[in-house]
């Protein structure tokens, strides 16, 4: 019994020795982890264009992207550990949506006390077109500014980035669109409209903000549309004319949100126009041309030698058809009544040989 008592309390002061150095290695100086990075800045453009109008805002780990999330959505893989430490490396992603942004432009800044956002002019940026949204640039060691533009979106500048990096994550630039107009275009069935020219006429905007960029557009495949980024003001769209008075939504306020609208577009007439040959047989690929006042409407035939035009009002008509295997046809279509539904059959007669 007293042999047993032995070997446990040689077997306790073992354990008690081997707990004591544990402790001695985890509080050793070079197993304590290293210094949280310096908190940087990063500035939004509320109005692209408007550089006296910026929000900023501190955050502590700009680059909050895990390495999973980064490499998912990239078709190449992008090893964060790999980070060359003469490199600036940033992911692009839409604020709303989370998803990446493909193209952008890339501007680095040295570091000052300005805001990056107003400094881009004399700048030359560095395009990138990437599924991903992932971006690297070698840059010497030093302090840096960094802003990012993309078609649509608001600037976006992370400031005081510095090389060799401090983290082995890239910077996130969220892109933000910002206040806008949005919505579908319907037609006189309650049907979404596609391919729909919109015409975006500014009343007024508050001062100290640029007019929009982009003030015209074409509705979707679902019949939808955005004006986006734009100024507080107050706006209005007309539907398939600049000057169309009829299909037009007027007293259109904007301040700091994207503005859901409908606009209904009234009946007018649909053309069709029919191709064959002189065999009879359908003419597919023949251009139409369709050309009234101030206006011309084109078209390519189907495989069916048939070619639609919507969104015609009253009016006399010239309706050119060409194809290079046959000669040109010409011909005059009249519309009236405000609404209706006008086929028009085409037969085109063979090109006569060269020389003839």
Do not use: C
Not at 33 to 50: D, K, L, Q
Not at 128 to 152: H, I, M, N
């Amino acid at each position: 019994m007293t042999r047993v008592h032995g070997i446990k309390s040689l077997v306790l002061a073992l354990a008690a020795v081997l707990v004591a150095g544990a402790a001695v290695v985890l509080l050793r100086p070079d197993a304590e982890p290293g210094p949280e990075p310096a908190p940087v800045r990063i500035e939004r453009s509320n109005v692209p264009g408007n550089r006296h109008a910026d929000e900023v805002s501190d955050q502590a780990d700009p680059g909050a992207v895990t390495r999973e999330a980064l490499t998912s959505s990239s078709p190449e893989p992008e090893d964060i550990s790999a980070l060359a430490p003469a490199q600036i490396a940033g992911r692009v992603r839409d604020l709303d949506t989370g998803e990446a942004v493909a193209a952008f432009q890339v501007y680095v800044l040295a570091h000052t006390t300005e805001s990056p956002l107003r400094r881009t002019g004399d700048a030359v940026p560095t395009p990138f077109k990437r599924g991903s949204g992932v971006f690297r640039l070698d840059q010497e060691p030093g302090l840096y500014d960094v802003v990012v533009t993309a078609p649509g979106y608001h600037p976006v500048a992370v400031r005081g980035i510095v090389v060799p990096p401090q983290q082995r994550k890239p910077y996130a630039f969220e892109m933000s669109r910002g206040a806008g107009i949005t919505g579908i275009v319907l037609g006189y069935d309650g049907m979404p409209l596609k391919q729909v020219a919109l015409f975006l006429d500014v009343k007024w905007i508050e001062e100290g903000f640029d007019a929009p960029a982009v003030t015209t557009t074409r509705t979707g495949p679902d019949g939808r549309f955005v004006f986006s980024p734009l100024a507080p003001g107050e706006y209005a769209i007309s539907a398939l004319e600049m000057n169309n008075t009829v299909d037009r939504l007027a007293a259109i306020r904007v301040r700091d949100e994207l503005v859901e609208v409908s606009i209904p577009v009234a009946a007018r007439h649909q053309l069709q126009v029919a191709v064959k040959d002189q065999g009879g047989r359908p003419v597919g690929d023949a251009a139409i041309e369709v050309r009234g006042e101030g206006r011309i409407f084109t078209a390519m035939t189907a495989e069916s030698g048939l070619a639609v035009i919507d969104h015609l009002q009253d009016g006399d008509y010239t309706l050119s058809v060409s194809h290079l295997d046959f000669q040109d046809s010409r011909d005059v279509v009249t519309l009236y009544g405000g609404t209706g539904f006008t086929v028009r059959w085409i037969t085109l007669e063979d090109r006569p040989p060269e020389g003839r």
